[in-house]
């Protein structure tokens, strides 16, 4: 029945240049999540967004698309008439209320836009007339204009729209609108929301993750690879660094006192991470930290790794709790592959007793025993970064 959807925006804040940008972003991140469906055609429409449909397309499965992209505030499935002369107008609504709401013991409203202003009724007579119409084809209806049940709108175009279904969307911002960050992503359950959370706000991801053969296994890394595809569903294409951080890991293992090996260790992939962001264009980190979540996410400990970074980091999560997290996680489908068992590089290593306030001056001192090599470690483990893309 539905051969085209209008995709609504929240115009909010967009002018200029920015609602130019912002649309053609849209438009664009719209054609990408339906590409794999069939011939869509998007195009851009005053205000919205119109997507025209193939023969024979599956209804569902491009709503559950359209839902995955961010920047849309609802998805309207629209019947397209042909012609706008006021009969084809009164019989295509009337059909389409037919064919739509077998039982018509609902309250309405008819509301009205018109695009093309030389068309003879205005909008105020278009719902009037047209409320009449209905009123009188289907009288089990009536009107409620302060809180109907359904609201029929319909634009008046060359060709003419009528919906009644407004699928929420996600929101947000399309992805491509405001720049590109750098996740460091585990295999926990964390990070993937915090990198939907930044991607959300219309940035493109890059990712990096840490793991340390042998100690980490094969089965580790592929359940990264995993998220990071579950994430772009989301985000769209994502270059993901796999570092290997295993001679690192020993060598602080070896120099540095047990209980900062977490922090020391964090501090190396912060620093890491930047530098690959860096050389990506990045303009922040992501991270999965949430204030007092466990030991190395204590005030003191978040300012001891952030003390490494001259990039902004950016830790969306940071006020939540681990049920919201839980949460989010559920909805974008990361949290079954995040809870499968596999070790990650820090459980591996972590002491027994982590200090949970560093002191600064301390973690520097100790970070001074690895002097000798630790400059070169890190620049083998850039050099060595697999680079995997994921996604479309
Ligand atoms: P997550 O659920 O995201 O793994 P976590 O609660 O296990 O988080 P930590 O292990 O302290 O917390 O890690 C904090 C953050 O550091 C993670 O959210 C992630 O951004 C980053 N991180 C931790 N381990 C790795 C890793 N092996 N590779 C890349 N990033 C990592
Ligand atoms: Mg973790």
């Not at 991140?29 to 794999?36: M, V, W």
């Not at 959300?200 to 840490?210: D, E, I, N, P, W």
């Not at 520097?364 to 620049?379: G, T």
Request: charged share 25%; proline share 5%; with cysteine.
């Amino acid at each position: 029945m539905f051969k085209a959807f209008l995709i609504k925006y929240a115009e909010i804040g967009l002018k200029g240049k920015n609602r130019f940008l912002f649309e053609n972003a849209l438009r664009d991140r719209i054609q990408e999540a339906l590409n794999p469906f069939g011939v869509f055609k998007v195009s851009k429409e005053q205000g919205r967004i119109f997507v025209e449909c193939p023969d024979g397309y599956d209804y569902e499965e491009t709503v559950d698309a359209l839902k995955k992209v961010f920047g849309i505030s609802s998805i309207c499935p629209v019947v397209v008439l042909d012609s706008s002369k006021w009969e084809d107008l009164t019989s295509g609504v009337g059909d389409y209320i037919e064919a739509m709401y077998p039982d018509r013991h609902i309250t309405f409203k008819v509301e009205a836009k018109r695009a093309d202003k030389s068309y003879p009724r205005t909008s105020p007579e278009i719902c009037a007339d047209m409320g009449a119409y209905l009123l009188g084809r289907f009288p089990e209806m009536k009107v409620d204009v302060h809180e109907p049940e359904v609201r029929f709108t319909i634009e008046v175009r060359t060709r003419s729209y009528v919906y009644s279904i407004n699928i929420p969307g996600l929101g947000g911002m399309p992805v491509g609108t405001n720049g590109k960050a750098m996740l460091l992503l585990s295999g926990g359950i964390d990070s993937p929301v915090a990198g939907y959370m930044i991607a959300k706000r219309g940035v493109s991801l890059v990712a990096t993750y840490f793991h340390a053969p042998p100690y980490t296994s094969k089965r580790a890394k592929q359940k990264v690879v995993e998220l990071a595809g579950k994430i772009s569903k989301y985000a769209g294409k994502i270059k993901l660094y796999v570092v290997n951080f295993t001679d690192i890991q020993l060598y602080i293992y070896d120099q540095c006192p047990h209980e900062e090996l977490t922090i020391i260790m964090r501090r190396y992939m912060m620093r890491i991470a930047e530098q690959l962001a860096e050389k990506e264009g990045c303009l922040g980190l992501i991270t999965g930290e949430s204030i007092g979540q466990v030991a190395s996410q204590t005030m003191q400990s978040l300012a001891a790794t952030n003390e490494v970074c001259n990039m902004p980091v950016y830790r969306p999560l940071v006020a939540f709790d681990k049920q919201d997290i839980v949460k989010v996680a559920e909805k974008i489908d990361t949290f079954e592959t995040s809870i499968q068992p596999f070790e990650d590089c820090c459980t591996i290593f972590v002491a027994k007793h982590p200090v949970i306030k560093p002191n600064l001056k301390t973690i520097n001192r100790s970070e001074r025993k690895l002097e000798e090599k630790i400059d070169e470690m890190v620049e083998t483990a850039l050099n060595t970064a697999e680079e995997i893309i994921v996604g479309k």
